[in-house]
């Protein structure tokens, strides 16, 4: 069993819809959370960083992590064309810089 | 700001062959992490250097090294190409040993 599983999808939505994206993991030791966003041909990109457990919101993105149930949520509210890229789940233990990252799910947001 | 350079951004080599591969963090950050990524096996840490000293290290074989330079510049080396090397090998900085990792372009590999 991989430490960190994410659905690598596709998941296709219309545009305007909300998207719900998690991964869940098995190490209990990992404190940091993070989504990244990968478009095509280019390096991911950190969208949303927690630390422990909580919600945070930017704009239209909110991550959640429950360290109860080890799953880590990434929502994505009025969903856009750009929107459409590859999310990646990421997480860490303390003080560790060996972040492990989920497969990626592919979003595509059709106009 | 300049965001973290790699070059070349694309290289085909033959197996056996060994290839150095160049990052160029975002200036005055002194963590560098490698990754590699492959459809099959998603992201992969390599192994993180700060301070021209490699202070973590994923599950890689040894013909996977790297090294950093007192501007904070790295490279990585792999030795004895396999087929299973071809990859996009990507470089992130950060200002220090476990903060917020900026990813650059990644250099993607073909091993013939």
């Known amino acids: 069993q991989k430490e960190v599983e994410q659905d690598p999808g596709p998941l296709s939505v219309p545009e305007g819809a909300i998207v719900s994206l998690n991964c869940t993991y098995s190490?209990?030791?990992?404190?940091?959370f993070m989504w990244y966003r990968q478009y095509s041909r280019k390096g991911p990109e950190l969208l949303m960083y927690t630390y422990s457990s909580g919600n945070k919101e930017d704009g239209r993105f909110t991550a959640q992590v429950d360290k109860s149930s080890k799953y880590i949520y990434l929502f994505i509210r009025d969903s856009q064309p750009s929107d459409s890229a590859t999310y990646l789940c990421a997480m860490s233990a303390e003080n560790n810089n060996d972040m492990r990252f989920g497969a990626g799910t592919r979003l595509t947001v059709k106009p | 700001k300049a965001g973290v350079t790699q070059t070349p951004r694309y290289l085909i080599k033959t197996r056996g062959q060994q290839v150095t591969l160049s990052c160029s963090p975002i200036?005055?950050?002194?963590?560098v992490s490698w990754y590699q990524q492959t459809p099959g096996q998603g992201l992969q840490f390599l192994f993180e250097?700060?301070?021209?000293?490699?202070?973590n290290k994923g599950n890689f074989p040894g013909r996977f090294s790297g090294r950093q330079f007192s501007n904070s510049r790295s490279e990585m080396n792999v030795s004895t190409l396999e087929l299973g090397d071809s990859a996009l090998y990507l470089c992130?900085?950060?200002?220090?040993?476990?903060?917020?990792?900026?990813f650059g372009p990644g250099t993607r590999l073909t091993v013939l």
């Open positions: 992130a900085s950060s200002l220090v040993s476990w903060d917020t990792q900026y």
């Open positions: 250097y700060f301070s021209e000293t490699q202070r």
């Open positions: 200036s005055g950050h002194r963590s």
């Open positions: 190490n209990s030791a990992f404190q940091y």
